[in-house]
């Protein structure tokens, strides 16, 4: 699969949002898994209210669960549902490195009303905050098709 331009271009806003909206429930759905686990080695014991050491390894499972994904092929579920694909400007695969930066900078650029991925419509460069500090970007092609999750499919 060549990366030309013809192929390839930024996801429109809707197919954007309509990525995250799946993703956010897969990873809701890790989440609960992860605090039960949590919860289960705690002794049954609900884990107390403001728990930092918990807060991080939610985030942690959080990482892993997009990072996975993007270094191993660039797509997390919902982006291969709706042909969004994650690559670096150099057209290469995500690395670990790029990923977790990635990561950091999307948390941090929606604090601020989501500015750091509006700003992807609103400056110049079309490009969001973790784009621009990864060294990555999203692309859509109508054209792609589906690769199997697994050898086996």
Not at 94 to 118: D, E, H, K, M, T
Request: include cysteine.
């Amino acid at each position: 699969m060549s990366n030309t331009s013809e192929e390839y271009c930024r996801p429109s806003l809707l197919r954007h949002f309509a990525a995250m909206f799946y993703d956010t429930f897969l990873l809701l759905a890790i989440l609960l898994l992860a605090g039960l686990i949590a919860v289960t080695l705690n002794g049954g014991q609900a884990i107390g209210q403001g728990n930092p050491f918990f807060l991080l390894y939610l985030l942690a499972v959080s990482f892993l669960f997009y990072g996975w994904f993007w270094t191993h092929g660039g797509q997390t579920l919902g982006m291969r549902s709706w042909k969004i694909k994650l690559i670096s400007y150099d057209n290469g695969e995500v690395s670990w490195q790029r990923a977790f930066i990635r990561f950091l900078v999307a948390i941090i650029s929606w604090l601020p009303a989501g500015l750091g991925f509006w700003w992807q419509y609103l400056g110049k460069s079309n490009k969001s905050w973790p784009d621009l500090i990864s060294n990555t970007k999203l692309h859509y092609s109508k054209n792609s098709k589906p690769k199997p999750l697994s050898r086996l499919s």
